[in-house]
């Protein structure tokens, strides 16, 4: 079976509770914007789309975290998300999900998995 990822960024282009980046993946809805960031030394990334209501999250361009860089905020109602799970954790959509984007990262490369990139 031939590889069938594409790359999103280099490794280093995403540090911990740092800036995110994004990207556009193909979804059963059509394309869709995503997002990719590094939590404790591993990447996640999501559709770029709040649980709350469907507006993209970023406060600036790939501005994803709080300040404190330990969770994901919606810029535009406050939605809280813990960057490993996409769990609302506070805000006005407790207990709803980002949608995961299967990512990987291998030598040294962010990469889409386009077999599963929308789980």
Same mark, same amino acid.
């Given at each position: 079976m031939a590889d069938e990822s594409r790359l999103i960024c280099d490794?280093?282009?995403?540090e911990? *509770? *740092?800036?995110g980046v994004r990207f556009k993946v193909q979804t059963p809805d059509g394309e869709q914007p995503a997002f990719a960031v590094r939590y404790r030394g591993k990447v996640y990334a999501y559709i770029n789309r709040c649980a709350h209501v469907p507006v993209e999250m970023d406060w600036l361009d790939g501005e994803f975290f709080d300040y404190s860089k330990l969770y994901l905020i919606c810029a535009t109602h406050g939605a809280v998300y813990q960057p490993d799970s996409g769990l609302c954790v506070q805000g006005p959509c407790p207990g709803k999900r980002l949608k995961p984007v299967s990512v990987e990262e291998r030598d040294g490369q962010v990469l889409l998995v386009k077999e599963t990139q929308y789980v």
């Open positions: 490794g280093s282009a995403l911990d *509770g *740092g800036k």
